[in-house]
């Protein structure tokens, strides 16, 4: 198996065995998705329709800001960085790595809402699974370089915290996905735009690829990758 | 034919500079060590020659490829010693398994996470992924700190197997015994730069020739000017003396207390450690 290989599935072990992280991708959101999902589909039944996408952009956004950054701090800010220099192992593969193992791990844990929500709580399936899942493919990456730049930039695990909760409660409370984000305020509602939350969730409740709702994703996740790789760039160069 | 060419390398943190316009070689095969109190600049010549760290002027040419033992490496908590190796090892190309050789013992504790590792197997673990890829220079920070007594004579064991095999290793290290034992030569280095720089055998032989005297006696001798001594001061009841002529002054004292018709009660010779001298040279108080 090439090096590269063989990091990203060291690191989804490693994320498997760490307890924020497990707690972050799975634990969590599933409780909370069982615990929300029986509310929300005895009281507001029409929720049913759209429970698959606000639980999993509710746990995609948990695992992406609150977990997928940790192991990020845990290399860059600690003498890890300087083991893997000497190791020869690039800086970059690091990301890479953590990259593709929390995409792995958000995606089962939104394909285990789906077919709970389905099968459980009776929730209504996407009409266009392909459709459905390209969008949350994408809404997945997106939150992953939101988390990639907070743990890149954050000097310690307690200002990731704080940072990390700066990004996550907002999406969450302005996404739409708790309550319409037409209910909010339109200033609120301006911030709330900011956020993937809010874009994943349009372009998961949309049954077709819809740029309009699509674009802000790539924007997000273009704005990521250029932050991600001159933050590298400074590591390098420290 | 030179492991390692360091010219006039200088290094500042802020306003400190903590190397100062310093040169060295170190031979291809030989066993160097630096030297010096905590804080004199140690870790930041071997990241400075790593590439781990950048200096503000001079040069420096390494002829072969390098292992590095860091002096406070770490790994993710989670990661198990086999997974270590071998993710290191794929990335350096390098089959995973030949460093598990029988001194370092790492196949006792391969399914243990770094984590729970105590710190001697986390030394032998760094210096297990150190030799990863068969590298011509070694360096080795600390490379023993934290090790039991029976995991240190095998670490010795396989560092000189290593020099044997032609491999140049370059230390930093606290231990005089482990310095003495294992290095050519050795350089102690003080506020920037070297203090001393020479063969290991070259301090000891100094060290023959520095003896003190203690001499528990009824009347001050060192009331006179002593032709073959000079006295120190004085240690509980006993008069102190630091000479390098042994004999000449024991019966210079020995004489001069007859003399005196002062009663010798006790006389004690003590030789300068290894220890001491490294601290006189780093801090010249001698």
């Known amino acids: 198996m090439n090096a590269l290989l063989f990091g990203i599935w060291i690191q989804w072990k490693l994320d498997l065995r760490n307890r924020n992280n497990l707690l972050t991708y799975y634990a969590v959101p599933l409780l909370f998705f069982l615990f929300m999902g029986g509310i929300f589909s005895s009281i507001l039944p029409d929720s049913k329709a759209t429970l698959i996408q606000s639980m999993v952009v509710f746990g995609v956004s948990m695992g992406a800001f609150l977990g997928t950054p940790a192991p990020l701090v845990d290399v860059f800010t600690t003498e890890i960085k300087k083991a893997y220099i ?58 992953i370089g939101v988390g990639t730049v907070l743990g890149l930039y954050s000097p310690d695990h307690t200002k990731l915290t704080l940072l990390s909760q700066m990004v996550f409660l907002p999406s969450i409370m302005l996404g739409g996905i708790m309550f319409p984000a037409s209910l909010l305020p339109s200033a609120l509602q301006t911030v709330g735009n900011v956020f993937p939350a809010t874009w994943g969730f349009i372009a998961t409740t949309t049954n077709s690829l819809d740029f309009n709702g699509l674009y802000p994703l790539l924007i997000c996740l273009f704005l990521s990758a250029i932050t991600v790789a001159i933050r590298l760039y400074q590591h390098s160069r420290a | 034919m030179f492991a390692i060419n360091v010219e006039s390398l200088s290094k500042r943190y802020s306003d400190d500079w903590v190397i100062k316009d310093l040169s060295f070689e170190i031979e291809r095969g030989e066993i160097f060590a630096l030297l010096g109190v905590n804080g004199a600049g140690k870790t930041t010549i071997l990241e400075c020659i ?17 292992g590095v033992q860091l002096q406070s490496s770490t790994l993710p908590p989670h990661i198990t010693v086999t997974e270590a190796i071998t993710l290191f090892s794929k990335w350096r190309k390098s089959p995973p398994d030949i460093h598990d050789t029988a001194s370092l013992d790492l196949s006792s504790f391969r399914k243990k996470q770094y984590a729970s590792l105590s710190v001697g197997q986390k030394r032998k673990l760094h210096l297990a ?33 290593l020099r044997d095999s032609g491999k140049t290793i370059v230390m930093a290290s606290h231990d005089m015994a482990e310095v003495e034992s294992l290095c050519d030569r050795i350089a102690i280095l003080r506020e920037g730069h070297f203090a001393f720089m020479g063969a290991a055998n070259d301090l000891t032989t100094e060290l023959q020739q520095d003896k003190k005297i203690f001499i528990k006696a009824n009347v001050d001798l060192h009331q006179l000017p002593c032709l073959h001594c000079r006295y120190i001061a004085n240690f509980q009841d006993y008069q102190v003396f630091q000479t390098s002529h042994l004999s000449d002054a024991l019966l210079e004292l020995l004489d001069r207390a007859q003399k005196a018709h002062s009663l010798v009660l006790d006389v004690r ?5 290894l220890e001491q001298r490294f601290i006189d040279v780093s801090r010249d108080t001698h």
């Open chain 2, 269 to 273: 010779i003590e030789h300068a450690s």
């Open chain 2, 50 to 66: 790593e590439g781990l760290r950048s200096y503000e002027t001079g040069h420096i040419a390494i002829n072969g490829t390098i």
């Open chain 2, 129 to 161: 992924l150190s030799l990863i890829g068969d590298p011509d220079i070694l360096f080795l920070d600390e490379p023993t700190a934290g090790i039991d007594v029976e995991g240190r004579i095998a670490l010795h064991r396989e560092i000189r197997k």
């Open chain 1, 86 to 143: 000497i190791g020869g192992i690039p800086l970059w593969s690091v990301v890479v790595n953590n990259t593709l193992s929390a995409f792995i791990h958000l995606s089962l844990m939104a394909l285990i809402i789906l077919l709970g929500a389905a099968f459980i709580f009776g929730a209504t399936l996407p009409e266009n699974p392909s459709t459905f899942f390209a969008a949350q493919s994408l809404f997945i990456l997106a939150s």
